[in-house]
């Protein structure tokens, strides 16, 4: 065919030029990628509601999504005035329970050693900011999200592409579904019904997780008479959602505050996080699998790893659920049909 080369070349130019817009508007993806899991969240909720009171699907999204805000309405009233205070006293304690804590470490030659490796407040907030921007081409792109009201407007466009796609799932799926050839379609929908399935039961398991680890924190902290309970315990909570990276950043700030008490203080925080780790890793985490698919915790490390150096904080936190629908993809679609090797058993990955 002699427009064959020009064909193959106009191909090869359009998808160049999509990778190039792609990999410039990389965060913004992002954010479309955490308003599917919003989504998957609402249907989740949605799903259940339906089977149990038969509702239409336009009803029970518009009672799931009452339900939630009335919830957050009544938390904020109930909890923002203590919560505000807690926060603001923790925001300025933090650093002098820092450096108390390292000053405590002088006292062996381990705890210097420690003491001098751990940078000082000044440096872990410059640390943290470059984490937030991820690197070169993308700290520039993500310049907006990284300041408070760019993590607002953030939040409020991934809260409302969350219920524009909870609201018509099927219209977006068949829109997706009309890209590939009509021989394929049929498979592509199995693909996408299974990808959704896996991040539908993710996302709720993540949120049941984050719930109780939260609520549990912050009655042990109270227990333990740690101050900021309430704060600390909301922050264990939000860091839940980011596996192996999270938990050890949400114990730091409470036990720096138990280590203004006492070193013993500081030793039963640790134990309690370990405690409430330990059961959401062997109990609440497998219940989850059993529906959805498990992933080696090397992979998941990995992940986690290669996109949060990439892509910043945004893309650490987004990394499991990522993982789990190309794990998915790539198990129907390469393993099942180009290796035409069995599918593997549910619950267990590839």
């Known amino acids: 065919m002699p427009h064959e080369p020009i064909r193959l070349i106009l191909s090869a130019t359009a998808v160049a030029v999509a990778l190039v817009f792609g990999w410039a508007a990389l965060d913004l993806l992002l954010l479309v990628f955490a308003g599917l899991l919003v989504a998957q969240l609402l249907l989740g909720l949605?799903?259940?509601?339906?089977?149990?009171?038969?509702?239409?699907?336009?009803?029970?999204?518009?009672?799931v999504c009452l339900a939630l805000t009335g919830a957050l309405i009544l938390g904020a009233l109930l909890l923002a005035p203590a919560l505000s205070e807690q926060w603001s006293e923790l925001v300025d304690s933090l650093p002098s329970s820092f450096?108390?804590?390292r000053a405590s470490l002088r006292g062996s030659s381990l705890g210097r050693w420690l003491g001098e490796a751990i940078p000082n407040p000044d440096v872990l907030k410059d640390m943290?900011?470059?984490?937030?921007?991820?690197?070169?081409?993308?700290?520039?792109?993500?310049?907006?999200?990284?300041?408070?009201?760019?993590?607002?407007?953030?939040?409020?466009?991934?809260?409302?592409?969350?219920?524009?796609?909870?609201?018509?799932?099927?219209?977006?799926?068949?829109?997706?579904?009309?890209?590939?050839?009509p021989e394929r379609r049929l498979r592509a929908q199995e693909v996408l019904g299974r990808v959704g399935e896996t991040l539908r039961w993710?996302?709720?398991g993540k949120a049941i997780?984050?719930?109780?680890?939260?609520?549990?924190?912050?009655?042990?902290?109270?227990?333990?008479?740690?101050?900021?309970?309430?704060?600390?315990?909301?922050?264990?909570?939000?860091?839940g959602f980011i596996p192996n990276f999270g938990p050890v950043l949400a114990v730091v700030p409470a036990a720096l505050v138990a280590l203004s008490q006492s070193a013993a203080s500081a030793g039963y925080v640790l134990l309690l996080y370990g405690g409430i780790q330990l059961a959401e890793s062997y109990v609440l985490t497998?219940?989850?699998?059993?529906?959805?698919?498990?992933?080696?915790?090397?992979?998941?490390?990995?992940?986690?790893?290669v996109l949060g150096g990439l892509l910043g904080a945004l893309g650490l936190a987004l990394s499991t659920p990522m993982l789990a629908a190309a794990v998915v993809m790539i198990d129907m679609l390469y393993v099942q049909d180009v290796l035409h090797d069995e599918p593997g058993p549910r619950g267990a990955a590839r």
């Open 202 to 204: 993710w996302i709720l």
């Open 46 to 63: 949605v799903g259940l509601l339906r089977r149990s009171t038969g509702m239409p699907h336009g009803w029970a999204l518009a009672a």
């Open 286 to 305: 497998p219940l989850v699998q059993q529906r959805t698919i498990s992933l080696p915790p090397g992979l998941i490390l990995g992940t986690q790893v």
């Open 128 to 181: 943290l900011a470059r984490l937030a921007g991820g690197s070169g081409v993308v700290r520039r792109v993500t310049g907006l999200f990284s300041t408070a009201f760019g993590a607002l407007v953030s939040a409020v466009l991934v809260a409302f592409l969350g219920l524009f796609f909870a609201a018509q799932p099927q219209v977006y799926r068949d829109g997706l579904v009309r890209l590939i050839p």
């Open 99 to 101: 450096e108390q804590a």
């Open 209 to 239: 997780s984050m719930t109780l680890v939260a609520a549990l924190s912050g009655l042990g902290l109270w227990l333990l008479g740690v101050p900021l309970a309430l704060a600390l315990g909301l922050i264990a909570g939000l860091l």
